[in-house]
T-cell receptor, first 115, second 112 residues
């Protein structure tokens, strides 16, 4: 069965600190996709990144970066120089091969960035 | 304008009432999904549809039904609402298998 674990339920940092959100996944598929979504206090789900299992290159987008390591089944997300606007719940998700291709979500990590 | 819209955004109803949540998209995607989010549980799939004639149950479909009226419209119905269906409901669309799913703004439903 596919599973996504976000062990950090809540994280609180002070503005300008760097913060890493952990994501560990389980799958028997050799081909799969991983995603991160952001859910700000307003409630919508905002897509951040999609990564396929064949591409282990780290990705950087502004203050955001992602570290994908197949050897440890992890897809961690780092925010550099955090800002108050980064406060949100962040979800890691894994696509299921075949069938519904539904997203299997972790339970989310609530990040609070204090001024 | 938003690519994926949901109506209503908030709804309060009573136990036993029938309620419909609607989703529309302008992204031109074939695949549409309904998820519910409960505090601390992440999102779980209720129903999904790959096209107008292809509708499938997700992991928690009991108590729900859906209708795909057109490529762009996918409605979720609660035939007889119960309090444990109180949740945040999301519609999502995608362009194909394992492509990115784009979510609507969500509908907050409270069943009294």
């Amino acid at each position: 069965a596919q599973k996504v674990t976000q062990a950090q339920t809540e994280i609180s940092v002070v503005e300008k600190e760097d913060v890493t959100l952990d994501c560990v996944y389980e799958t028997r598929d050799t081909t799969y996709y991983l995603f991160w979504y952001k859910q700000p206090p307003s409630g919508e789900l905002v897509f951040l990144i999609r990564r396929n299992s064949f591409d282990e290159q780290n990705e950087i987008s502004g203050r955001y970066s992602w570290n994908f390591q197949k050897s440890t089944s992890s897809f961690n997300f780092t925010i550099t120089a955090s800002q108050v606007v980064d406060s949100a719940v962040y979800f890691c998700a894994l696509s299921e091969q075949g069938g519904s291709e539904k997203l299997v979500f972790g339970k989310g990590t609530k990040l609070t960035v204090n001024p | 304008d938003a690519d994926v819209t949901q109506t209503p955004r908030n709804r309060i109803t009573k136990t036993g009432k029938r309620i419909m949540l609607e989703c529309s998209q302008t992204k031109g995607h074939d695949r549409m999904y309904w998820y519910r989010q409960d505090p601390g549980l992440g999102l779980r799939l209720i129903y999904y549809s790959f096209d107008v004639k292809d509708i499938n149950k997700g992991e928690i479909s009991d108590g729900y039904s859906v209708s795909r009226q057109a490529q762009a419209k996918f409605s979720l119905s609660l035939e007889s609402a119960i309090p444990n269906q109180t949740a945040l409901y999301f519609c999502a669309t995608s362009d194909g298998g394992r492509e990115t799913q784009y979510f609507g703004p969500g509908t907050r439903l409270l069943v009294l």
